[in-house]
């Protein structure tokens, strides 16, 4: 079914236009405005989950929730293609004199109202805590069994499947190159350390998930995509979100590290599990385990071409700030951390090889 009349059987307006705003798409129908959001299907079992962290946060004077529109059907979400999705009323925007500050500072108070959230031995499944490395092996593992596949397989390979196994070498090198950089930065302890300074985090933040009405009184959004985990993971996917965007920019890192430490200053551990989580491949690995489980037919109507552009600029603004960030915690926050050179791409823009070095800590 087209969105437009998925949208008119479940909430019974009609989409007039809609934009991308980050993780949201902002809908213009003819009864206003709405906010939409996606998570994966299996989410619509956090309900008493998001239940509890939403009345955590409902006592915390930094935070407010946008309001939460319900199906015709009276439902908080609905489900379609393996997707959830729910919608959230549109409110008049404001937008701040610095935005990268105030998402930094906002992110933080967010952090800070639910470092007190208790209970969250209930809900181990929607837990990260503590299980970057296994789960990042987990799925280095699947690309590995992926490319055994392919080999011994005596199909014709699609184009999608060339440019998996053209893609190979550097993934996987990345990959185990980023579960050492995780180990060898102490995450274990990072853990420890930071577990009473949040405790609830995003799937993946990303710009959309709050925002400023016209009173300039601070939005949160995404209830669905909500996760246990350290506050860092967040700090590190919104620079990931934020490079893939717009390119790697010193300023508006700056701005956006700055925000959140105005609230609740970074650990000096932390600004190198960020930088792990930085160089983990993980949209690449997650686009892999999509295209496996597609049937064949499907595979081959896969648009490679489109994929490969959309990666490999992708990566090309990654290795901006890869090289950077190191730097600049040390120039900004005088933190030092492991650096890695790397010698990505020659003329025909294939990886070639991969250098780990460690400066003096």
Not at 23 to 52: C, H, N, W
Not at 192 to 215: C, H, I, P, R, S
Request: hydrophobic share 35%; glycine share 6%.
């Amino acid at each position: 079914m087209e969105e437009k009349e998925l949208l008119q059987e479940q909430y019974g307006f009609q989409l007039q236009n809609y934009r991308v705003t980050g993780a949201s798409k902002v809908l213009e129908t003819d009864q206003g405005l709405y906010y939409m959001f996606e998570a994966p299907a299996g989410y619509r079992y956090k309900s008493k989950f998001i239940e509890k962290v939403r009345k955590h946060l409902e006592q915390q004077k930094d935070i407010r929730m946008l309001k939460l529109v319900k199906t015709t059907g009276g439902q908080p979400h609905f489900v379609e293609d393996e997707q959830l999705y729910y919608l959230y009323r549109g409110v008049r925007e404001s937008v701040p004199e610095n935005s990268f500050y105030a998402s930094g500072q906002s992110l933080a108070q967010f952090h800070q109202a639910t470092k007190n959230f208790s209970g969250e031995k209930l809900f181990i499944p929607y837990s990260s805590l503590g299980n970057w490395p296994s789960t990042w092996r987990r799925k280095l593992r699947h690309y590995n069994e992926y490319r055994d596949e392919l080999d011994e397989s005596n199909a014709e390979l699609t184009p999608m499947d060339e440019l998996l196994l053209t893609c190979y070498t550097y993934v996987h090198q990345l990959g185990e190159i980023s579960v050492q950089y995780l180990l060898e930065a102490g995450y274990d302890k990072v853990v420890k350390e930071t577990a009473g300074l949040g405790k609830v985090a995003y799937q993946n933040f990303d710009q959309g998930y709050m925002l400023w009405n016209e009173k300039d009184v601070r939005l949160m959004a995404g209830e669905w995509n909500w996760v246990l985990d350290m506050r860092a993971r967040d700090l590190g996917q919104w620079l990931k979100a934020e490079t893939k965007r717009n390119g790697w920019d010193d300023e508006a890192v700056i701005h956006f590290l700055d925000g959140y430490n105005s609230v609740a200053p970074l650990l000096t551990g932390e600004y190198a599990v960020i930088y792990a989580l930085m160089l983990y491949p993980g949209r690449f690995l997650k686009l892999v385990e999509s295209y496996k489980e597609l049937p064949l037919e499907e595979r081959q109507e896969v648009n490679a071409e489109g994929w490969q552009s959309q990666l490999e600029d992708e990566l090309a603004k990654m290795e901006e700030g890869l090289r950077r960030y190191p730097r600049l915690v040390a120039d900004h926050y005088g933190v030092t951390i492991p650096q890695i050179d790397w010698l990505w791409r020659q003329n025909n823009e294939q990886a070639t090889s991969i250098r780990h070095e460690e400066t003096d800590q």
